[in-house]
C-alpha cells in the first residue's frame, strides 16, 4: 500500500466516522471500531469477524450486515477486492430488512453503496463512484439524515469532480457537505469539510475568507481533541501563511507544530505530510542542508511505515487464512447440517406420506362402513313400509269384507221381509174370505208404514257410511230428519223417482226437499249437490 492509498483509507475513515462508526448497541462491533480507530487493524478485523459469527448464529440479520460493513471497511484497505466483497453482502444482508425494517435497510445500503463509492474511487473508476454516490444522495435528500451519510456523499461527489478538473461540480458539492454537517452538527466531519472549503477560497484569493475557514477547522479539532485534524488544520495555516503573507517563519511555526503532533500518531501519513510541508518550506529559504535531513528523516519513516506496512498485510494474510479456515470448518458443518437436513426431510416425507396414505385407508375404510350402514338403514326402512303397506292392505280388505258383509245382511234382510210379506200375502189368499181384502190393504199399508223400516235402513247405512249422520249435524246443526233421508237416499245414487218412491211421496216434493237442503247447506247454484254428499 504507497502513501496515497494509506491516505484515502485515512480519509474514507476521517469521513466515515459517524456514519460507520459507534455502532449501535453491539458490544463487539464498538471494540472493532475503537481498534480500528486506533490503527489495529488485526484486532479490529477479529472483533468483526466475531460480531459477524454471533450474528449468524442468533439469525440476526440486522447485526449481520453492520458486521459485514465493517469487515469491508476493515479490509478494504488492504484489499480492495475483498472490501468489495463484504460491501456487496452486507448489501444483500439489509436488502432482507425491507420487509421487517425498511428504515435500517434505506439507511444500510445508502452507508454500502457509499462505502463501494470510496473503493471505486481508489480504482480510478470515477463514473461508477459518481454515479454511486449519487444514488445515495438521491436516497437521502429530503430525509432528516442523522447519521452524516449524505454530508459524505456531497464530500465524495466533490472530490471525484476534483479529479476530473470540474472545479464548479466541485465546489457546489464541497459546499453542500460543509452546509449538511453544519446541519446536523457533526463536529467530527466540520473540521475537514472547513479545511476544504478554505482551499477552495485560497485558490480564488479570497485571503480573509479562506483563514477564517481554516481558523474554524482548527477551533473544532482543538475543541474535539482531533490530532488528525488539527494536523491538517496547522498545515493549511502554514500554506495560508506562505501565499498571502509571505511569512515563513510563521509557517514554519504551523509545520513545525504539525510535525510534533503528527509524531505522536500511529498513522504516519500526517507525519510525512508535515515534514513535506517543511521540505518545501526549506526549499524556498534554500537551506538545503535541512533539506537533505528532512528527506533522510522522511525516507527512514517510509521505510519504517512500509515495513509496518508489510507486517500488517502480513498480520492480515494470517486472519484471513484464518477466517478461511473457520470458514471451510463452517462450510464442513453447513454440509452436516444440510445432509442431516435432507435426511430428517426424507424422513418427515416418509411419515407424511404413510401418514396420507393410513388416513386415506381409514376415510375409504369409513366411508365403506357408513355406506353400508346406510344401506342396511335403508333396507331397514323399506322392509318397515312394505310392513305399513301390507298392514293398510289389510286392513282394507277387512273393511271391504266388513262393507261386503252388512251390505249382505242388508239384502238378507229386505229378502227376507219380502219373503214373509208374499207368504203373508199368500195365506190371506188362500183363505178367500170377505176379509181378505181388507187384510191386503192393511198388510200394504203396514208396509207403507216407514218408521220401522227407516230404523232398519239406518242401521245399516249407518253400519256402511259410519259418521255419516254425525258429520252432517255437526257442521250443520239446523238440518232435521227428513234431510238427512234426503241426503242417504242422494248418498246411494237414487234417481228423483225412485227417491218418490221410497218416501212415498211425489217427483215435485223431492225437487222441492232438494232445494231446502242445498239452502240448508249454503250451497250455490254452481255447487253440485250429488258431489257434495258424495264427499261427506
Not at 7 to 16: A, N, Q, R, T
Not at 290 to 302: C, M, P, T
Not at 373 to 380: F, H, R, Y
Not at 403 to 417: V, Y
Request: aromatic letters at 10%; a positive charge.
Amino acid at each position: 500500500m504507497n502513501i496515497i492509498q494509506k491516505l484515502s483509507c485515512y480519509f474514507l475513515l476521517l469521513f466515515c466516522g459517524i456514519a460507520y462508526g459507534n455502532p449501535s448497541d453491539n458490544i463487539l462491533l464498538q471494540k472493532g471500531w475503537d481498534a480500528l480507530v486506533k490503527d489495529q487493524e488485526n484486532e479490529a478485523f477479529n472483533y468483526f469477524f466475531q460480531a459477524y459469527e454471533k450474528a449468524k448464529k442468533e439469525n440476526n440479520v440486522h447485526d449481520k450486515a453492520e458486521a459485514l460493513l465493517y469487515l469491508g471497511i476493515c479490509s478494504f484497505g488492504a484489499s480492495s477486492e475483498k472490501g468489495l466483497r463484504y460491501a456487496t453482502q452486507s448489501l444483500s444482508e439489509y436488502k432482507k430488512l425491507s420487509a421487517t425494517n425498511p428504515q435500517a435497510a434505506k439507511k444500510g445500503r445508502s452507508r454500502c453503496l457509499q462505502l463501494i463509492s470510496t473503493i471505486y474511487s481508489r480504482q480510478k473508476k470515477y463514473p461508477q463512484a459518481i454515479a454511486l454516490s449519487k444514488s445515495v444522495v438521491s436516497d437521502l435528500e429530503g430525509t432528516n439524515d442523522t447519521e452524516g451519510t449524505l454530508g459524505l456523499a456531497y464530500s465524495s461527489l466533490g472530490t471525484l469532480y476534483e479529479h476530473q478538473k470540474k472545479s464548479d461540480s466541485s465546489t457546489y458539492f464541497f459546499k453542500r457537505a460543509l452546509a449538511e454537517f453544519e446541519r446536523s452538527n457533526n463536529i467530527a466531519y466540520l473540521p475537514n469539510a472547513y479545511i476544504k472549503m478554505g482551499d477552495l477560497s485560497k485558490k480564488k484569493n479570497q485571503k480573509q475568507q479562506s483563514y477564517e475557514l481554516y481558523s474554524k477547522a482548527m477551533r473544532l479539532a482543538d475543541s474535539s481533541e482531533n490530532k488528525q485534524a488539527q494536523v491538517l488544520s496547522l498545515i493549511a495555516l502554514g500554506n495560508w501563511e506562505l501565499t498571502f503573507n509571505r511569512q515563513q517563519p510563521q509557517a514554519e511555526i504551523y509545520f513545525q507544530k504539525a510535525k510534533l503532533l503528527s509524531e505522536k500518531l500511529s498513522d504516519k501519513v500526517f507525519e510525512i505530510k508535515s515534514i513535506q510541508a517543511l521540505i518545501d518550506l526549506k526549499k524556498l529559504q534554500q537551506q538545503f542542508m535541512e533539506v537533505s535531513q528532512l528527506q533522510d528523516e522522511q525516507i527512514q519513516i517510509k521505510d519504517r511505515y512500509y515495513s509496518l506496512e508489510r507486517e500488517q498485510i502480513a498480520k492480515n494474510l494470517e486472519v484471513q487464512f484464518e477466517v478461511a479456515e473457520k470458514d471451510r470448518k463452517l462450510e464442513l458443518i453447513s454440509k452436516e447440517k444440510e445432509v442431516s437436513r435432507l435426511t430428517n426431510f426424507l424422513l418427515f416425507s416418509l411419515v407424511l406420506i404413510l401418514l396420507i396414505v393410513f388416513s386415506f385407508s381409514y376415510f375409504f375404510l369409513k366411508r365403506i362402513n357408513k355406506r353400508d350402514k346406510q344401506l342396511l338403514k335403508t333396507k331397514e326402512e323399506l322392509f318397515t313400509a312394505l310392513e305399513e303397506q301390507k298392514k293398510l292392505k289389510e286392513q282394507q280388505f277387512e273393511n271391504d269384507i266388513e262393507h261386503k258383509e252388512s251390505q249382505l245382511s242388508a239384502i238378507t234382510l229386505q229378502m227376507l221381509q219380502k219373503n214373509e210379506l208374499l207368504e203373508e200375502i199368500k195365506s190371506i189368499i188362500r183363505k178367500k174370505d170377505d176379509s181378505t181384502e181388507k187384510q191386503l190393504s192393511r198388510i200394504i199399508n203396514s208396509h207403507f208404514t216407514q218408521d220401522q223400516n227407516w230404523n232398519d235402513f239406518d242401521k245399516y247405512f249407518e253400519s256402511v257410511n259410519k259418521n255419516f249422520y254425525n258429520k252432517l249435524k255437526q257442521k250443520y246443526p239446523d238440518i232435521s230428519s227428513n234431510d238427512l233421508k234426503i241426503c242417504a237416499l242422494i248418498k246411494l245414487n237414487l234417481s228423483i223417482k225412485e227417491m218418490a218412491s221410497i218416501l212415498n211421496i211425489s217427483p215435485d216434493s223431492v225437487k222441492t226437499a232438494r232445494y231446502r237442503l242445498r239452502k240448508k247447506l249454503q250451497l250455490t247454484t254452481e255447487d253440485n249437490l250429488t258431489e257434495f254428499i258424495l264427499s261427506v
